[in-house]
């Protein structure tokens, strides 16, 4: 490390009409944030929480493993995670209570969404009244804003309208969204990586932006001078981890770029396709994955949701030999066929947290990686989308939380634990001391 420069972890590159925040550098000195679980000498990281959400429930006869204790054998649902089966833990018993019917009638996918972060009871409504309870992520968001750029980034891969009738008397916000800043303020998620991409590192105004694109002006190109002048003083660890940081972002531009290239996919008729989103489903996923990542490597945020789609979705997976819709299919009356197409949708979506799982092992943070330094979450507010039940949710949290989670086991709670319980357990590991969230009764245990 080049002892004579000292940088501050807020340090921007900037260019004409943008700007990049860095990864942590040693020429940043030691991390701020919770370096509980580390040993002496170890860099401190800050402690990042994200929520990654799946609708429509799981076969569960295929997530659930066997037996309580360290993960072994895992079920064919679970099989792409096995390279990783050290880094996250299955929970098993936690409910939703608020996304059942609760006397409000039909209406669970809209309530399995709006309530798996708020666990309140959503308001049936299909008009401007709505009402649900703000979410954990935005408990979080709030308590932190002061320490990142983002509050917190809301993002997905399936747009969803704001308002009108999606479900049973429910508006289609409650199955869109998952992030509630209050009771009435839902948070749009962003689904065009393009967007998300100027949000992270963009800078400067409409203007210069478009001039920026009309000349295909690279991020990267535009802080060239600003980088060569940092570069120059750094050791030689920092100029490596800058290099690796780089080409990461360039890959993401000329993928994004790419995906607005491709042919589009055929559709049905009356279908409106938001611009530059991605032709391969799969490749959306681990776009705006990547750029979760890149989000969280910058400290441009340490709170993150994302909606690989949304509840109720009926999209299909021909790329994978599954040419009915999702929901169809996960009411499948016990059918042989239909279970095992539902089998492979859920496979895919576990194949997709396994290559995230993988990007955050690889990058190297302090003594650690960007995984040893997260809480992330995977699941859904659904258990078995067959019978639309909410209890014993199919829930996954991998990463260490920077030394406050123990993963690599199969933890089996009481039947009806609020999940609620576990993001109370959560918050209080990001130092957030927080007593009461939606149905919560106590700080869920067992996680370390």
């Given at each position: 490390m080049?002892?004579?420069l000292i940088?501050s972890?807020?340090?921007?590159?900037?260019?004409?009409?943008a700007?990049?925040?860095?990864?942590?550098?040693?020429?940043?000195?030691?991390?701020?944030?919770?370096?509980?679980?580390?040993?002496?000498?170890?860099?401190?990281?800050?402690?990042?929480?994200?929520?990654l959400?799946?609708?429509n429930?799981?076969?569960?006869?295929?997530?659930?493993?066997k037996?309580?204790g360290p993960?072994k054998d895992?079920?064919?649902?679970?099989?792409?995670?096995?390279?990783?089966?050290k880094?996250?833990?299955?929970?098993?018993g936690?409910?939703?209570?608020?996304?059942?019917a609760?006397?409000?009638?039909?209406?669970?996918?809209?309530?399995?969404?709006?309530?798996f972060?708020?666990?309140?009871q959503?308001?049936?409504?299909?008009?401007?009244?709505?009402?649900?309870?703000?979410?954990?992520?935005?408990?979080?968001a709030?308590?932190?804003?002061?320490?990142?750029?983002?509050?917190?980034?809301?993002?997905?891969?399936?747009?969803g309208?704001?308002?009108?009738?999606?479900?049973?008397?429910?508006?289609?916000?409650?199955s869109?969204?998952?992030?509630?800043r209050?009771a009435?303020?839902?948070?749009?998620?962003e689904?065009n990586?393009?967007?998300?991409?100027?949000?992270?590192?963009g800078s400067?105004?409409?203007?210069e932006?478009?001039?920026?694109?009309?000349q295909?002006?690279?991020?990267?190109?535009l802080?060239?001078?600003?980088?060569?002048?940092?570069?120059?003083?750094?050791?030689?660890?920092?100029?490596?981890?800058?290099?690796?940081?780089?080409?990461?972002?360039?890959?993401?531009?000329?993928?994004?770029e790419?995906?607005?290239q491709l042919?589009?996919?055929t559709?049905?008729?009356?279908?409106v396709?938001?611009?530059?989103i991605?032709?391969?489903?799969?490749?959306?996923?681990?776009?705006?994955?990547?750029?979760?990542?890149?989000?969280?490597?910058?400290?441009?945020?340490?709170?993150?949701?994302?909606?690989?789609?949304?509840?109720?979705?009926?999209?299909?997976?021909?790329?994978?030999?599954?040419?009915?819709?999702?929901h169809?299919?996960?009411?499948?009356?016990?059918?042989?066929e239909k279970?095992?197409?539902?089998?492979?949708?859920?496979?895919?979506h576990?194949?997709?947290?396994a290559?995230?799982?993988?990007r955050?092992?690889?990058?190297?943070?302090?003594?650690?990686t960007?995984?040893?330094?997260?809480?992330?979450?995977?699941?859904?507010?659904?258990?078995?989308?067959?019978?639309?039940n909410h209890?014993?949710?199919p829930?996954l949290?991998?990463?260490?939380?920077?030394?406050?989670?123990k993963?690599?086991?199969?933890?089996?709670?009481?039947?009806?634990?609020?999940?609620?319980?576990?993001?109370?357990?959560?918050?209080?590991?990001?130092?957030?001391?927080?007593?009461?969230?939606?149905?919560?009764?106590?700080?869920?245990t067992k996680?370390?």
């Amino acid at each position: 490390m080049n002892q004579s420069l000292i940088l501050s972890r807020r340090t921007l590159l900037r260019g004409f009409g943008a700007s990049l925040a860095l990864p942590w550098l040693e020429a940043m000195g030691p991390m701020n944030g919770w370096a509980a679980g580390n040993t002496p000498g170890n860099q401190a990281a800050p402690n990042r929480i994200a929520f990654l959400y799946v609708p429509n429930g799981k076969n569960m006869a295929d997530w659930r493993p066997k037996a309580e204790g360290p993960l072994k054998d895992l079920p064919a649902t679970l099989a792409p995670l096995s390279e990783h089966s050290k880094e996250f833990s299955i929970l098993t018993g936690l409910t939703a209570d608020k996304a059942r019917a609760n006397g409000d009638g039909g209406g669970d996918h809209a309530r399995a969404l709006s309530a798996f972060l708020t666990g309140t009871q959503p308001r049936k409504t299909d008009g401007t009244d709505i009402r649900a309870g703000i979410s954990v992520d935005q408990v979080a968001a709030a308590r932190m804003a002061d320490k990142t750029r983002l509050a917190s980034l809301e993002i997905g891969t399936e747009a969803g309208s704001m308002a009108g009738n999606c479900d049973s008397g429910y508006s289609c916000v409650y199955s869109s969204t998952m992030s509630w800043r209050s009771a009435t303020q839902p948070m749009p998620k962003e689904v065009n990586p393009k967007l998300v991409f100027e949000r992270l590192f963009g800078s400067g105004s409409m203007k210069e932006r478009a001039r920026r694109d009309a000349q295909r002006k690279s991020i990267l190109d535009l802080v060239k001078e600003d980088f060569g002048d940092l570069n120059g003083r750094l050791g030689r660890n920092d100029q490596r981890k800058l290099d690796e940081y780089f080409s990461a972002v360039r890959d993401l531009e000329m993928r994004i770029e790419r995906s607005a290239q491709l042919p589009e996919p055929t559709v049905p008729e009356g279908t409106v396709r938001p611009e530059e989103i991605p032709a391969s489903y799969q490749d959306h996923l681990r776009l705006m994955g990547d750029l979760m990542v890149l989000a969280f490597q910058t400290d441009s945020t340490r709170v993150c949701t994302y909606v690989l789609a949304n509840e109720g979705s009926n999209k299909p997976y021909p790329f994978i030999g599954v040419k009915e819709g999702h929901h169809d299919l996960s009411h499948h009356g016990n059918n042989a066929e239909k279970k095992t197409k539902i089998a492979q949708i859920n496979q895919f979506h576990t194949t997709q947290l396994a290559y995230l799982i993988g990007r955050m092992k690889s990058i190297k943070e302090g003594d650690g990686t960007l995984l040893d330094h997260t809480m992330l979450v995977y699941g859904s507010g659904n258990s078995d989308g067959n019978a639309h039940n909410h209890d014993d949710l199919p829930i996954l949290i991998a990463g260490r939380g920077c030394g406050t989670l123990k993963p690599g086991q199969h933890i089996v709670y009481p039947k009806e634990t609020p999940l609620n319980n576990l993001w109370l357990a959560l918050l209080n590991r990001m130092e957030l001391k927080v007593h009461q969230l939606g149905d919560s009764t106590g700080e869920l245990t067992k996680l370390a």
